[in-house]
């Protein structure tokens, strides 16, 4: 009910006094007044006073305002008229102790000509019988009344069938009066007033009064917990009077009479008086006049009220929702149902095994008997229910980082028992131990299906299959922090609840073969239409054999859910749990968790336990000391490992002084505070234990371990540089950085004989004589005839250099380039000399082994020659061995001591295969790379047999780049003991699969 600031009197009236504190009210259609939400229709409308929630109720019974059948009007009003006319219905019925009570507003609320609810069928109609009457709440700052209103002939009908019995010929009356709706037991305590409740009192409401009104009846309500009704104070004064016959325009309406008794009203005497339906205008069927307006009060003061008569309304469904905001217009007070949802429009979003309600402000679902849940998602009480979802996390434990994406949750509920099974899969360790103590994963499902105690709902109840909760755990007392996420994203169509659930945080290391051990607790938990909230604090045991650990963490969850606005839920309520259990199976490698818990309503002294001082930080232990909590407050400190003393004053423990330390050989014993550190010495590095030391071991070579981006081996090959990086080369016939390395086209530099034709192939080529000529392609003589090789006598072995000399390259007519017609020069054994020069012209180059010019060697006529020939063989560089052991002789200054290691090395730079640690004594064997063979090392006085970690090199046979394969269909022909047979050929490769015996001697 809107209406802020102040009323604006007419005729010279000042402004009315200032407003109190807003009003919060609902009206609702089956002639009731609530400062709540309306609970579910069937939880009131056919019971009888008091009611279990706040109402005030001028006509409480199954009204119907569908079918056009009647309207309701709400409206807040400050206007001097109503006031005033309040005012002496008031003084009427208290005409002493009201004699000075000004209302500064006043609350009207009107129902016109509503039916009672009945269900239709073909063969009835609706009933003709409707009724109208009127609730006025007058108040200030200091005090309330209530007037109830019922124009003569207005109760046409007195009650309506019970909700549960539509079949049974059977009215119940409706009620009259108040209920404050609060109280162990409010009939009782006298939280109620009852006017009427039978039908002789119901038809004594349009004949009687307390006021001396017929129909007129006003009640105290603003100052005790009791309604006092008019009339205890003796004769009542004047009843109101209605303005002049010319009113002023800005009140013209507000003093009409409901039916024809105007004269009555205007010259009153006591017998004869009807009630003033404050503000009303009736309905005027006959002219463009709407009833489902005020009239207005003024052209600048408008006040005017919307019918609540939407035609889809059901019988009772709905309540009409009147709250007052500082922002909202003062001047107009609305209700329109044209946007809102109603059952008949959403009635799919409903479980099918749940009733729809329409109400003010939209609809809710709610499930039916033998089902539970929100209404929206419902599951059939006592049953067994299963959940499936997916967990994802990134976790610290300790110093290790754990991912994992995606892996199974499965949930086990036996809801007859309160019972809740969770597993989870897949998690990997050391993750999955450390989750043990995070036991509000499995909990949350403990809460969704507790064993429900009376009068309580359990989390499911309330949320359904929809809801998000965000859980944040701090453990104690190393302060790791985790927060876990689950959404629940409805029922599947077995009535599986599918959920989410990421982890993400740090949780504390739990060693292997540990078991922990979930302390049974209580929880409270508290609620409000779209969220809970609870925190608390949990303890656990660590047991590792007969050692245990009592540990702790703190957390604060909250769960958000989509709620129906009207459903009553409660402020608090606590979960028990009697068992909780935490497990991890090795062996399956799943988690697992299982609680056994039960929801009731809270102690009113009910809270969470308290924070223990270990955990708030108001010990008084002092570095390095630890506080270790006890029972309630009390705790105890605690020395840290490390340290001595009584927890008040702790100091230090040497342990390399005290021989505690656990350094191995070639290790320095450093002492820290609260611990000790080992060092290695020169040439060793620590071991994968922390405390052991081994000798430094050379930087991996790239080319072995395949961490080179060099192209193919048959193509490039790696070359180790000995500092961990490798250089790449490409092999003879490509091309390239190595990395990328494409084929060289020999043929392109025309090296066979010209009665020859090249062929590339990859990383080669191959040279084959024409047609007419006979030998392997460098050197190719005319045969005689066709057809016919000449004897083998008369083919003269020529090498490329004779043959060069021999047959010289034609010279196309024309101007040439330097060089052409050259003959070349050979040696005794037939090679081509370093130093060519051309006989005419007098250039001179250098030519390698094939004969091809050298760039860049090219000396012009008359010019000294080029210096050709091989160079000087060069030193070979230091190998891998070579390079540490220089290494280290420059770290240790030229001269090592006796107990510092150096590698040995062949004459051919490879790692001598034993290795000995100065005179230590100790020796081992090691492989090529230099590395330790493990368990090799021998004490001193022994040595352990070592074989050569080098292999002499293999040689395989490649064939000639200038020899061509073989055609298909070549085989050889073999004899080998007393059998004949052959042996086919693929190419250079010999098809031993298919070799056959021609002929076998026995």
Known sequence: AGGQGKGTGRGGTSAAPERPAPLSLQVGTNGVISTQDFPRETQYVDDDFPTDFPVVAPFLADLDTSGDRGNIYYRQDDSRDVLERAVGYIQAGFPRSAGGFVPTNAFIATWEDVGAYQELSQDTKPSTKLNT??????????????????????????????????????????????????????KRDGLFHSLASS???????????????????????????????????????APPQSPPEHPNPSTTGYTRPFSSHTSMAQHPSHGSRTPVLLGFVPGRRDTQEQSHWLQPRGDSDTRQSHSANPSSYSSGHHGVGVEEDVHFNPDVFTYSAASKETCAQHHGRCSPHAFCTDYAAGFCCHCRATFYGNGRQCLPEGAVHRLNGKVSGSLRVGRASIRFQDVDLHAYIVGSDGRAYTAISGVPQPAARALLPLLPIGGLFAWLFALEEPGSENGFSITGAEFTQSLEVKFYPGGETVQVTQTAEGLGPDNYLSLRTHIQGEVPFLPENVTVHITPYKELYSYSSSAVTSSGQREYVVAAGTANQTLSYRLRQNITFAGCPHSRLPARQRLSVARAFALFDNHEHVLRYALAARIGPAPDDAENPGVSPCHDGTHTCQAPARCQPGVGAEYTCECTAGYRGDGRGCRDVDECAEGLSQCGPFSVCLNMPGSYRCECRGGYRPAGDGQACVPLAPPSDPCEDGRHPCAPGDRARCLSRGDGRATCECLPGYTGDGIHCSDVDECAESPCHPAAICYNTPGSFSCRCRPGYAGDGFQCTYAQGWGHLPPAESIQQLTPCEHARMYPREVPPGPSPVGDGHVPQCDEQGRYRPLQCHSSSGHCWCVDTAGQEIAGTRTAPGTTPPRCGSPEPTERPPSMCER??????????????????????????????????GDSGYCWCVEQSGREIPGTRSEPGTTPPCLPSVAPPSVRPEPRPDVSPPATGTFLLYAQGQQIGYLPLNGTRLQKEAAKTLLSLH
Do not use: M
């Open 133 to 186: 009457f009127q609730a006025v709440i007058a108040y200030n700052d200091e005090d309330t009344y209530t007037i109830f209103l019922y124009p003569d002939g207005s109760l046409q009908f007195l009650g309506t069938r019970p909700k549960e019995s539509y079949n049974v010929q059977l009215e119940l009356p409706a009620r009259v009066g108040f209920s404050w709706g609060d109280g162990d037991d409010p």
């Open 199 to 237: 039908e002789e009192a119901l038809r004594n409401l349009e004949r009687e009064s307390n006021t001396g009104i017929p129909g007129v009846w006003v009640f105290h309500v603003g100052s005790a917990e009791r309604v006092e009704p008019g009339g205890g104070e003796g004769a009542a004064p």
């Open 884 to 917: 540490w052991r220089q290494s280290l002789l420059e770290h240790y200054g030229g001269s090592p001591r006796g107990d510092q290691y150096v590698p040995q090395c062949e004459p051919s730079g490879d790692f001598t295969p034993l290795q000995c640690h």
